[in-house]
């Protein structure tokens, strides 16, 4: 069964870090660009980050930038989120979503009809 299943959610303290994780099973996660959404209630699903592929280009909505870290390693088949300085308007589902870098290479990294496989998300609140 192909499937990306996210862990390392929870509740923290603005300020305070997690770091969540995006394992891959049944298929390996090479040539496919990882990304991070995150879909707050009412709202819609928005794009956190992404990696490629090659590991080295990465993307980060302006939101996150300077606090997010995204990085992955093949060998564990896993993509990692490392989220700093959290805080309440951080609090949201976080899903991870796998798409080919075959023939996407003009979408947008954001646009989540892109996506191959998603995983079934993680709750991350930030409160105190």
């Known amino acids: 069964q192909l499937q990306l299943v996210e862990s390392g959610g929870g509740l923290v303290q603005p300020g305070g870090s997690l770091r969540l994780s995006c394992a891959a099973s049944?298929?390996?996660?090479?040539?496919?660009?990882i990304s991070w959404f995150r879909q707050a209630p009412g709202k819609e699903r928005e794009g956190v980050s992404c990696?490629?592929?090659?590991?080295?280009?990465?993307y980060y909505a302006d939101f996150v930038k300077g606090r997010f870290t995204i990085s992955r390693d093949n060998a564990k088949n896993t993509v990692y989120l490392q989220m700093n300085s959290l805080k309440p308007e951080d609090t949201a589902v976080y899903y991870c979503g796998a798409r080919s870098e075959w023939g996407t290479s003009s979408i947008s990294w954001y646009d989540t009809s892109s996506y191959d496989y998603w995983g079934q998300g993680t709750q991350v609140t930030v409160s105190s």
């Open positions: 049944g298929f390996t996660l090479d040539g496919y660009a």
């Open positions: 990696i490629r592929s090659s590991g080295i280009t990465t």
